[in-house]
């Protein structure tokens, strides 16, 4: 719903590096999102020509590397991946507490030259 | 050539956040942001939770609204402080937005700071403002299925009121499915089902809330 500001700050980490770097151009972004923010990719790579138009990172791809839902059970001290966003341990049937992937959006790594 | 950069897109809000949390917390505040859809009950929470608390706690209010002053005019009729953000079109606040509206406000003679956020169910839970308290109603109306239709909001709240309970009778909502649903998604979630209304089921909800910000208030002197 918000992905033209979040468009824009992408935009502004990329330019600043890019100028830091002295990128002529930016070929790619590399961005981790993870499942439980509620970004939509194609509306954020939508709004990346406009947002660009006239910099150096205009017409540079945005690739998406998304990251599951994953939780831990404190009981089976193992990792699991959710579903429908329900919390319950597949082996044991315990709920867990605590969510350790899924909310990340992150600029990782640009490509440029 | 490559470049790594690993710095997350919301750092800037959440760095405002934190400095937002410390003022809250040197001033033995409880800031309270209060998310829920358009018409769930947002402003009628606020009112009713004056009502109960005035004279107990004391309470400031910001209002955020995406045009218009009519909550905060509603609100003013209380006697207690009252900031409006209008965001001009932004489905959300931001920390940089409540950190100006603090500006307007006497941080030290407040207890409880309630933030009434833009009507939505999404974006709202993606911006944290600094607040200790996260508050998100649900109404009857809206039906019983919204926790899997707008997981993050559900996922990330410490409190979720059940508001309209009052409508119980005439919907098919089922209170029980909702339960079982969110304690699958949020074990820890306190609800409270209510009716803004009737008033039924407030005063354990404004009892919960006083022994919060007293919480609040014995951390700060320790």
């Known amino acids: 719903m918000h992905e033209l500001g979040v468009t824009e700050s992408i935009a502004g980490i990329v330019l600043r590096h890019a100028n830091m770097n002295g990128a002529r151009r930016v070929l790619k972004v590399n961005i981790k999102l993870g499942e439980l923010t509620g970004i939509v990719d194609r509306y954020v790579s939508f709004y990346w020509d406009m947002v660009t138009k006239d910099t150096v990172a205009q017409g540079a791809e945005l690739n998406f590397v998304k990251v599951p839902t994953v939780a831990y059970c404190n009981r089976c001290r193992e990792e699991f991946r959710i579903e429908e966003y329900d919390l319950t341990c597949p082996r044991c049937g315990e709920v867990a507490s605590d969510i350790i992937s899924g909310r990340e959006f992150v600029v990782e790594s640009i490509e440029i030259e | 050539m490559d470049i790594r950069i690993l710095e997350g897109v919301f750092d800037a809000n959440e760095r405002i956040a934190s400095e937002n949390e410390a003022l809250f917390r040197e001033n033995g505040v409880l800031a309270m942001n209060l998310m829920a859809s358009p018409g769930a009950g947002k402003t009628s929470l606020v009112s009713r939770t004056l009502e109960m608390l005035s004279g107990k706690v004391s309470i400031g209010v910001i209002e955020g609204d995406i045009a218009s002053s009519v909550d905060a005019e509603k609100i003013k009729s209380y006697g207690v402080p009252v900031v409006q953000i209008n965001t001009g079109g932004a489905c959300h606040l931001d920390a940089a937005m409540i950190r100006e509206a603090l500006g307007h406000l006497d941080l030290p003679s407040l207890d409880l700071l309630i933030i009434e956020n833009v009507g939505n169910l999404v974006c709202p839970a993606?911006?944290?403002?600094?607040?200790?308290?996260?508050?998100?109603?649900?109404?009857?109306?809206?039906?019983?299925?919204?926790?899997?239709?707008?997981?993050?909001?559900?996922?990330?709240?410490?409190?979720?009121?059940?508001?309209?309970?009052?409508?119980?009778?005439?919907?098919?909502?089922?209170?029980?499915?909702?339960?079982?649903?969110?304690?699958?998604?949020?074990?820890?979630?306190?609800?409270?089902?209510?009716?803004?209304?009737?008033?039924?089921?407030?005063?354990?909800?404004?009892?919960?809330?006083?022994?919060?910000?007293?919480?609040?208030?014995?951390?700060?002197?320790?």
Not at chain 2, 138 to 166: C, R, T, W
Not at chain 2, 185 to 211: D, K, Y
């Open chain 2, 126 to 222: 993606e911006f944290n403002l600094g607040e200790g308290l996260r508050v998100m109603i649900l109404s009857v109306a809206e039906g019983h299925d919204k926790p899997l239709k707008y997981p993050l909001m559900f996922s990330q709240s410490h409190v979720l009121l059940v508001n309209k309970i009052d409508l119980l009778g005439m919907s098919d909502f089922d209170v029980g499915t909702l339960r079982e649903t969110v304690r699958r998604m949020n074990p820890a979630m306190v609800i409270f089902e209510v009716s803004c209304r009737t008033g039924e089921g407030l005063p354990a909800w404004a009892e919960w809330l006083e022994r919060m910000v007293r919480e609040r208030k014995n951390q700060q002197r320790m």
